[in-house]
């Protein structure tokens, strides 16, 4: 058979190297497929120009992985137009984060196929078989399906309980020369990034995330470092971007893994995404020696009860305390603020920004979002049982419209309210970035005129 698989374009200039996609191409060549991958990311492809590709070229399997959001929503309501138009359409198959908790409403919008419900590298090649043998769809586990005018939703598949048995993703497929060029905090200018996976999934249960699989399971140590080592060694990487949802998910695990970094002489830079609970000063010292440059923490509050309210298990105290032991240690914090949830005000948004001044290091621009209730999440329930949402229709054709708009009022606040106190924290946190790189370039510019700074290489920027 063979198989298309789509990384569709976010408009952004280099992209995040597409992870599920590649895991699931992986898996396929592993069977024998032949897998070919339509980079609509790097090429700014538009839509149309699929249907005129598809009509050239003869697949057997179309996939496409979405993440929820209302600009992927519509991109791939587009993305299925232009496949659904083609001359000898393949079967059509969607996955990812983004349909798999309201699958029959996917299924009947973009007229897909099967849409796959939680981890794919299994799902798809029992799927693949069936449809080779002309076999009923309802005995594969993890999959939701349309015959006609009818959807059909299967059991739930069990989660792969031995990640390290997952072949790494597939990045021969990909242009990764596009890829690691990718710009994080801290990285320089001839440094080459690449994400990865240490882990899959969380074991905290925030309202607002939309993660339908509980629990978190790890790759082993020597796993993880066995890719880094490919990755430095093919593609000349030396930044990873751990892309897991929780790579500081105990203090025993992110001990273990520095250590092994440090014992195999990675020399590496990398980042994480961390919880403040961990953030002690002795696991800061020693994720630094092992080469953490930047950790991204979510905050979303400064007010006890709103955390509470989200069940973040966190308290101000915790925050304010990682924060500062974070800063000590020399590894930029990452601040990940939202506002608009249960028991949030202007006086709760103010706590926000006025943190956010306090400890910013200028290593990001960081601004704050409203809350959005993605399907999926506690809080789209919750929106849906207090009649503040219809359903998953209401919520991607009338409400999401954009995800620095509010979408489903949870406070006391009427929207015009809420959007103006947004636009005044908004205004003190930019022009704090802004004056913050001002005075660092002026402060160049004096170097370079008064000092005679000859290593000074031109006003850029990244």
């Known amino acids: 058979m063979r198989i298309l698989l789509i990384v569709y374009d976010n408009d952004s200039y280099i992209h995040w190297f597409p992870q599920g996609l590649a895991y699931i191409a992986a898996v396929l060549l592993k069977e024998g497929y032949e897998v070919v991958i339509y980079n609509q990311d790097k090429f700014h492809y538009p839509d149309e120009d699929l249907t005129e590709y598809l009509n050239k070229n003869k697949f057997d399997v179309i996939g496409v992985s979405i993440i929820a959001g209302y600009y992927q ?21 969607i996955g990812g984060h983004g349909p798999a908790p309201e699958p029959e409403f996917f299924l009947k919008k973009t007229l897909a196929d099967v849409i796959v419900i939680g981890e794919g590298e299994i799902t798809v090649i029992e799927l693949l078989k069936s449809i080779e043998n002309k076999s009923s769809l309802s005995t594969i586990k993890g999959i939701a399906f349309r015959e006609g005018d009818k959807v059909f939703i299967n059991e739930k598949r069990p989660l792969i309980k031995d990640i390290d048995a997952i072949p790494f993703p597939a990045y021969e497929l990909f242009p990764i020369d596009y890829y690691r060029l990718l710009r994080m905090p801290h990285v320089s200018n001839n440094d080459f990034v690449l994400p990865i996976l240490s882990g899959r999934g969380c074991p905290f249960k925030c309202t607002f995330c939309y993660r339908i699989d509980e629990g978190l399971r790890t790759r082993s140590n020597e796993n993880v470092i066995e890719e880094i080592k490919l990755l430095k060694a093919t593609y000349g990487i030396t930044y990873i971007a751990f892309g897991d949802e929780l790579l500081m998910s105990s203090e025993e695990r992110i001990v273990s893994i520095c250590n092994d970094f440090i014992k195999n002489k990675l020399n590496i830079k990398w980042d994480c995404n961390g919880r403040l609970n961990y953030a002690r000063r002795d696991v800061l010292n020693l994720m630094k020696q092992a080469g953490c440059v930047f950790i991204n923490y979510g905050i979303e509050s400064l007010d006890d009860r709103v955390l509470k309210n989200m069940k973040k298990g966190l308290t101000t105290k915790q925050i304010i305390r990682g924060i500062e032991a974070t800063l000590n240690a020399g590894i930029s914090p990452g601040f990940n603020i939202i506002f608009g949830n249960i028991g949030d005000n202007k006086d709760t948004l103010n706590k926000g920004v006025e943190f956010l001044l306090k400890y910013d290091d200028g ?79 002026l402060k160049q510019a004096e170097k370079l005129y008064l000092e005679k700074d000859t290593s000074f290489r031109g006003f850029r920027q990244l």
Do not use: W
């Not at 929503?73 to 198959?93: E, G, H, T």
């Not at 399907?375 to 949402?389: A, D, M, N, R, V």
């Open 73 to 93: 929503y519509r991109k791939l309501l587009k993305i299925s137009d232009a496949i659904n138009r083609s001359k000898d359409r393949p079967f059509y198959i």
């Open 363 to 441: 290593a990001q621009m960081r601004t704050i979002r409203p809350v959005t209730p993605y399907p999926g999440s506690e809080l789209y329930y919750y929106g849906i049982k207090k009649g503040l949402l219809k359903d998953c229709e209401d919520f991607y054709e009338n409400k999401h419209t954009n995800s620095d708009l509010l979408s489903v009022n949870f406070t006391e606040m009427s929207e015009e309210q809420f959007h103006s106190c947004l636009l005044e924290a908004n205004n003190r946190l930019i022009t704090n970035y802004f004056q913050k790189k001002l005075s660092i370039t």
